[in-house]
């Protein structure tokens, strides 16, 4: 007879193995499908998150901006370090155990929490019934009550930089060069470009970023993107060229030249390897039979209301496969929003207060709306900033770029956003992602204590000054 389950969850990211634990913690019946293998031919769960994702991605950044560290900044604390030297190995052993230490460590949180882990590809069929093909070409069917679709994403390839996997690689491929590229050509300056072109610029590279676009991280505060990118070019040097689109490459040997268009017409750069970061798609290629009844949207992803719930009654879809930002802890709401909806309960993400965060130095992070989205809102809003060259830590530091800029509603007060570049932006963002969450006003925040000296000491001024009463910068205008 064919196993059954409670819940049957396809695929182990961070969408699909919260979901899993969250359900068993329900007291449902639950299981995780998992297809990845590792170098060593052995099932790793985590998804790319864990494997291949946000998790080494930090590895290398902090590795990274501790040589920089080394190099450039410990001399103006009064510390000499005589020439200071990366090994790529280690550090790349060093990221591969923390990979390893997580990705085992969702086997044991599955054990804890009596999941059970299947390994292979899950393939959804009518009336919920999944087929499991095992790594060894057996093919198994299981049955479940309800079936979580959390397949994930992968890098899109685009024609004119089709990828060899040496010199042209995707994301994945830049997080295992073993030695550093002397030229480093990155396409797209979305947040993984900025991020990997950040890691091999701080080692050494010199490193070229190539965006079609022609706004900077359009989707972020502008004015902080307008700090950010002076900071990434003119501090950091890397030379992000924004409107240049890529439409041809050609590797000769062990180089590529990468052809692009511009404003002023058709260029070409000459790199030692290029990194295709230029998004990623829903991975859904082998998991539908053709009669389970599931849709998918016109850009691929599997079509979902705002519970994640699918054309089909019992099938839900959760993290990167389905709409929205393509975030870990996007996929882990919705993971736990649906087993507690297949629990009975009464359950909603909050899509309004789900946090961004670019793990640059220093790094950006926001949370709700930017003001270019209010205005074309026609939401009449205040707005308070706290630059950190004026917070004591920052000084303290030797790190005071960036600000906090918070945007509250003018009639009601409440807050609509919070926008942070600086050090350690990403831990700063989660008081703005509590205030939204709580439905905080300015003032909530003006009424708050902050210890002092820290970096968050600018959301309290930052939100004094919403209202012209910030107590350590000059206010623009006095209170009504
Ligand atoms: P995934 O993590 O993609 O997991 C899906 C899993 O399903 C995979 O393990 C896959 O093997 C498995 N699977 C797919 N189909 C099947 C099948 N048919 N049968 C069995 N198994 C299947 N996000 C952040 O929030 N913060 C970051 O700092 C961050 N950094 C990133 C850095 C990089 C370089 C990259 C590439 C991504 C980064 N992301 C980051 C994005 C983040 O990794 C994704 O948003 C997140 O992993 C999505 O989770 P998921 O569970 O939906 O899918
Ligand atoms: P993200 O979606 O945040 O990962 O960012 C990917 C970036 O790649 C976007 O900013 C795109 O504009 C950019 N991009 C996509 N195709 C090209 C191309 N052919 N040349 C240059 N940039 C591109």
């Not at 080692?203 to 990434?232: H, M, N, P, S, Y």
């Amino acid at each position: 007879m064919a196993q059954q389950f409670d819940v049957v969850v396809i695929g182990s990211g961070p969408a699909g193995y919260i979901a899993a634990i969250k359900a068993a913690q329900l007291g449902l019946k639950s299981a995780c499908i998992e297809k990845w293998l590792d170098k060593e031919g052995k099932t790793s769960l985590g998804g790319t998150c864990l494997n291949v994702g946000c998790i080494p991605s930090k590895a290398l950044l902090e590795s990274s901006e501790k040589y920089h560290q080394a190099h450039a900044e410990l001399k103006d604390h009064g510390i000499e370090v005589s020439d200071p030297k990366i090994d790529i190995a280690k550090m790349l052993e060093r990221k591969d155990k923390i990979v390893k230490q997580l990705t085992g460590g969702i086997g044991g949180l599955f054990k804890a929490n009596g999941v059970t882990s299947i390994e292979g590809m899950g393939k959804l069929l009518a009336n919920k019934q999944v087929e499991v093909t095992k790594h060894d070409g057996s093919v198994e069917v299981i049955e479940a009550k309800n079936v979580i679709l959390a397949m994930g994403s992968v890098p899109v390839d685009i024609p004119p930089a089709r990828q060899d996997g040496d010199i042209i690689v995707d994301s994945t491929g830049a997080l295992e060069f073993t030695e550093v590229p002397k030229r480093l050509g990155v396409i797209g300056a979305g947040v993984i470009g900025l991020e990997l072109g950040s890691v091999w610029g701080r080692l050494g590279a010199e490193v070229t970023i190539l965006e079609a676009q022609e706004k900077f991280l359009f989707a972020c505060d502008q004015q902080i993107a307008k700090d950010a990118f002076k900071t990434f070019t003119k501090k950091q040097g890397l030379d992000i060229k924004l409107g240049a689109r890529v439409t041809g490459s050609e590797i000769n040997g062990k180089e590529v030249t990468v052809m692009y268009q511009d404003a002023e017409g058709e260029k070409s750069q000459t790199f030692d390897k290029l990194v295709v970061c230029v998004g990623r798609r829903p991975f859904t290629e082998g998991c539908f039979s053709d009669d389970c009844g599931v849709d998918l949207d016109e850009r691929g992803f599997v079509f979902v209301d705002d519970q994640c719930k699918t054309t089909v009654p019992g099938v839900y879809a959760i993290g990167d496969v389905v709409r929205g930002p393509m975030l870990a802890h996007k996929g882990m709401e919705e993971g736990m929003m649906v087993a507690e909806l297949i629990a009975g309960h009464h359950a909603q993400t909050n899509y309004d207060a789900i946090p961004s965060v670019i793990y640059t130095h220093p790094e950006i992070a926001w949370v709700g709306k930017t003001e270019e989205e209010l205005k074309s809102e026609g939401v009449k809003y205040k707005v308070g900033k706290m630059p950190f060259a004026a917070v004591g830590r920052a000084m303290a530091a030797n790190d005071t770029t960036g600000m906090v800029k918070i945007i509250a509603d003018e009639e009601t007060d409440r807050l609509l956003g919070m926008h942070v570049f600086g050090l350690g932006a990403g831990e700063i963002i989660a008081q703005g992602v509590i205030s939204l969450e709580f439905a905080a006003s300015a003032e909530d925040l003006q009424l708050t204590c902050f210890a002092h000296p820290t970096m968050s000491e600018a959301v309290h001024d930052a939100a004094l000054s919403v209202d012209g009463i910030a107590l350590h910068i000059a206010n623009p205008r006095k209170r009504k």
